[in-house]
């Protein structure tokens, strides 16, 4: 059997206020993956690309105030 399903299957069996539980921490961990992720992104220059062309539209006027 694969983790995966013995996640889920596990989950399935979580009490309403254990799901709960389960739910703020993935929600943290998840955030904080992705936080990881977008750093990493960030120092490799990935985003570069999209940085310049938000810069480019702001000085050129394409923006508006939200």
Do not use: Y
């Amino acid at each position: 059997m694969s983790t995966v399903i013995e996640i889920e299957s596990a989950v399935q069996k979580l009490s309403p206020n254990e799901l709960t539980a389960f739910r703020d921490w993935f929600l943290t961990f998840d955030a904080a993956q992705w936080d990881q992720q977008f750093e990493q992104d960030v120092a490799a220059g990935r985003l570069d690309a999209l940085a310049d062309e938000a810069i480019r539209d702001l000085r050129a006027g394409r923006c508006k105030d939200l």
